[in-house]
């Protein structure tokens, strides 16, 4: 027998192998996918979780479910997902909080931003949240600047805990007018949210789509939205930035994988999120809720990622944030 001919048993196995592997690759999902949900059910993050894997669940076969992970500002449920199997079928949404913030807030992360996460791509922006207030709390802005200025650390601000979107904003909101608000942190948007409709805290930053229903009965009063426009569904309504109190932030929600997904894997589901955008039933979502899709390519959200971190720590700077620990919740660091 020959050195070829005792080899082809060996081959034979090889070329089976490589095409099972290939065979696999090519099924892909061929079980249920996983969606993690940094925040508590009920918020934006939850909504968008759902609705996007709906959708993207119908269009490849396969269910998709959420799995809610809330608190210490995202990092127990981003960590959850660098931690997953880098298969594809563990994703995570999440907003700028997980890997433009958080990591120019805590001097030390349980995951790496850059190193333990893949992009599958961005879902949507928010051009217009809002800053609302409990009834019982003067009419506008200025006169609340005006209260807070003349009773320090009397108006409290609720916020999704220490580094969140609504953080910085109450941050930059005290620098900008030289006023004393009190943070007050909650596990996410949905607790926040019901806080200053209680009472239980004065001023709370909120989605349009989850305030509006309150706003419109009285028992909530509208005082601002973010950016530098009005929005056009209360056009009368100041914004931050005409009012000199606007970061600059802005809120996007992306999908991510943990880092070391397969490339071919990865560019599936950046088409499949694509293509679940593109559907009426997103687009509808996206108009009640005031928010705007942003499909496109891995690489362009990757660039428009690395854009917004250099903008966050300019914003960081001129607040004066600086690393501290994290929050005692959050997992502990592996590295």
Not at 250 to 270: D, E, F, I, R, S
Request: net charge positive; proline share 9%; hydrophobic share 45%.
């Amino acid at each position: 027998m020959t050195v070829f001919t005792k080899a082809l048993p060996a081959l034979a196995l090889s070329l089976l192998a490589a095409f099972a592997g290939g065979a696999g690759a090519d099924t892909f999902p061929s079980k249920p996918i996983r969606i993690i949900a940094s925040t508590s059910p009920g918020g934006m993050t939850d909504l968008l979780a759902r609705t996007v894997g709906k959708l993207m669940g119908d269009s490849l076969g396969q269910s998709v479910v959420v799995d809610n992970r809330p608190g210490a500002g995202t990092l127990i449920g981003m960590t959850a997902c660098a931690r997953a199997p880098a298969d594809g079928y563990t994703l995570c949404l999440t907003d700028n909080q997980s890997l433009v913030y958080n990591p120019l807030l805590f001097s030390r992360l349980p995951y790496d931003a850059k190193a333990d996460f893949a992009a599958v791509g961005a879902v949507v922006s928010s051009p217009n949240d809002v800053i609302v207030a409990h009834p019982s709390m003067p009419g506008s802005f200025r006169e609340l600047m005006a209260l807070a200025k003349a009773k320090p650390e009397t108006v409290s601000f609720a916020t999704w805990g220490p580094g969140s979107i609504p953080a910085i904003y109450q941050a930059w909101i005290t620098r900008q007018n030289g006023v004393q608000l009190t943070a007050v942190p909650y596990k996410g948007a949905a607790p926040s949210f019901m806080a200053v409709n209680s009472g239980e805290v004065n001023l709370a930053y909120s989605s349009m789509a989850l305030a509006r229903p309150a706003v419109d009965a009285g028992n909530l009063r509208l005082i601002a939205v973010t950016g530098s426009r009005r929005s056009p569904a209360y056009p009368n309504v100041p914004s931050l930035g005409e009012l000199n109190s606007d970061p600059g932030m802005g809120t996007v929600w992306a999908l991510y994988a943990p880092a070391k997904t397969p490339p071919a894997v990865l560019a599936q589901l950046n088409a499949e999120l694509n293509k679940a955008l593109a559907t009426p039933t997103f687009q509808a979502f996206a108009r009640q809720n005031y928010l705007e899709p942003m499909t496109g390519s891995r690489e362009q959200f990757t660039s428009q990622l690395a854009e917004a971190q250099a903008h966050a720590a300019r914003t960081f700077q001129a607040i004066g944030i600086k690393p501290t620990d994290a929050p005692a919740d959050a997992p502990a660091p592996t590295r």
